[in-house]
């Protein structure tokens, strides 16, 4: 019996230690998104970067316009003159402008669906992607990424970091290889955000992705309130019942 405890406590502990293990692998190096997901303003500023940047070509099919408006708190009008360029009903669901057939054809593979991609990829992950791509004059795409490298998107907020360069080094490693790695970007060319506000934006976009991921969220955290607060009244209420059950068997 205790054996069988010990084993299970062990199994457990080994389970977390890979996980968190895993956690922090995964080659590249990430630095961490730092969103707030409390932050409405950011949440909002990330709405209207994704309808702005990202939309054109990535649907998020699991999110309704009515239900950003609710949780974002933005009336009927500011969601349909700020969000909603590519769609007519607040009920409807946010599809890409583009076609997947001509996607296919243009970046050889369909843009995904992001609903669930910040809780498939990370948020670290989506904020280092939106700051890693750097000019390669060999992609069709005239960009790589660092962080996917070989990827077909293309460097849609160009305009807003301006272009950079990747530069790597060569060291030997213990065995005498050569090996290179990624060091650094430098800039190319001046984009109309300073590093800083560019940082700012692609984490307010990343934001808005983590909640897409998860849009009941906030919901779950007022009903798990509701739920405590029943469970509080219940035990009350056994109580007494219990007491006035037994009280004449004493
Ligand atoms: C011009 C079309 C286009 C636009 C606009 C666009 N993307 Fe993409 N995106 C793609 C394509 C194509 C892929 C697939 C890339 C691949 O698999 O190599 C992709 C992939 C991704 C991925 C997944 C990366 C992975 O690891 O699989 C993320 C995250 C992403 N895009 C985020 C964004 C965000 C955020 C924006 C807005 C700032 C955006 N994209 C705008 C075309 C686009």
Same mark, same amino acid.
């Given at each position: 019996? *205790?054996?069988?405890?010990? !084993? $299970? ?7 977390? /230690?890979?996980? #968190? ?16 997901p409390g ?32 949780d ?41 669906? *992001?609903?669930?991609?910040? !809780? $498939? ?7 280092? /992607?939106?700051? #890693? ?78 909640y897409?991921?998860e849009p009941i969220r906030s919901e779950r955290r007022k ?28």
């Open positions: 019996m *205790v054996k069988d405890k010990m !084993r $299970a406590l062990a199994f457990t502990a080994a389970l977390l /230690f890979a996980s #968190s293990a895993n956690a922090a692998g995964g080659g590249a190096e990430l630095e961490p998104s730092n969103i707030d932050n409405v303003n950011s949440l909002q500023r990330g709405a209207r970067n994704f309808m702005n940047y990202c939309a054109g070509c990535h649907s998020a099919q699991y999110v309704r316009y009515n239900t950003i408006g609710n974002l708190e933005l009336s009927e009008e500011q969601l349909i003159d700020n969000l909603m360029f590519n769609a007519e009903k607040t009920f409807e669901t946010i599809n890409a402008s583009m076609r997947p057939a001509d996607a296919e054809r243009w970046f050889g593979t369909v843009p995904p669906d *992001v609903s669930l991609i910040a !809780r $498939a990829r990370g948020t670290d992950y989506i904020y280092n /992607f939106l700051k #890693s791509f750097h000019v390669d004059p060999e992609s069709p795409t005239g960009v790589d990424n660092t962080v996917l490298p070989g990827t077909s998107m293309p460097h849609v907020l160009a305009e807003l970091q301006g272009y950079q360069t990747a530069v790597y080094e060569t060291h030997e490693d213990s065995h005498g290889d050569t090996v290179t790695e990624f060091s650094h970007f430098e800039p190319l060319t001046v984009g109309s955000l300073d590093a800083e506000d560019y940082d700012d934006f692609v984490r307010d976009t990343t934001n808005f992705l983590a897409i991921g009903l798990g309130v509701w739920v405590l607060m029943f469970l509080g009244f219940f035990l009350i209420i056994s109580r007494m019942l219990k007491k006035q059950i037994w009280k004449d068997v004493k």
